[in-house]
């Protein structure tokens, strides 16, 4: 049975990049930020639309712009929100699981910043968090377009802390030390989990 390795981190921590390098060396990856925006510009833009008039752009996609001034401040609306949204991306994250059951897939890596906070790591057997020391995370944060050290405080106060991800992982990659140091952890993480038999599909496809 697949076997299912959650990944997260924080911003700033190479998560992408890492998530990138699992792919390369041939696991599955489900990434949570493609299927929000898949989500957003497919099945759940009637229904968003209809909760929240005038958020659909003029190609029927949810402006996420438009969305989050909707729902700013307003624990109801994010609540009516969530449950939209989270059925069906539970519903796209179930298929993929079936797909790779299906095609005897040896990993598939849940690619997801709120693993954690969400409860996700729940659905995985194992979980591998991406980290770097703190210094290198804000050099890169603050190196991205448009971003301010008060905007990377904001998101930084509403992640779990590194070190409680860190506590609570099965494999820490640390990308703070080069691609090619992160790379042979993801090669060493993939060894170690190779031929290891999977019950997160298992129990996820069971309950469905």
């Not at 603050?142 to 106060?157: C, D, N, Q």
Request: with cysteine; charged share 25%; net charge negative.
């Amino acid at each position: 049975m697949t076997f299912i390795l959650g990944l997260t981190g924080s911003i700033g921590m190479g998560k992408s990049a890492t998530s990138a390098m699992f792919r390369e060396m041939g696991a599955w990856i489900y990434d949570a930020d493609a299927a929000v925006h898949a989500i957003y510009a497919g099945p759940a833009t009637p229904l968003v639309e209809a909760a929240f008039p005038g958020v659909a752009d003029e190609n029927g996609v949810v402006n996420r712009e438009r969305l989050g001034a909707a729902v700013l401040g307003d624990a109801a609306a994010l609540k009516r929100l969530e449950s939209i949204v989270h059925p069906l991306l539970r519903q796209h994250q179930l298929d993929l699981v079936r797909q790779a059951v299906e095609a005897n897939v040896p990993v598939l890596v849940m690619d997801v910043p709120l693993l954690f906070e969400t409860g996700g790591d729940r659905r995985c057997d194992a979980v591998a968090v991406v980290s770097a020391d703190p210094e290198i995370q804000r050099e890169r944060v603050l190196a991205r377009p448009g971003m301010t050290p008060e905007k990377f405080e904001m998101i930084h106060v509403k992640q779990m802390p590194d070190a409680e991800k860190r506590r609570r992982a099965h494999f820490i990659i640390d990308t703070g030390h080069g691609f090619d140091h992160a790379r042979r952890q993801v090669g060493d993480i993939l060894k170690t989990i190779a031929g290891r038999e999977g019950a997160a599909a298992k129990e996820l496809l069971a309950a469905a």
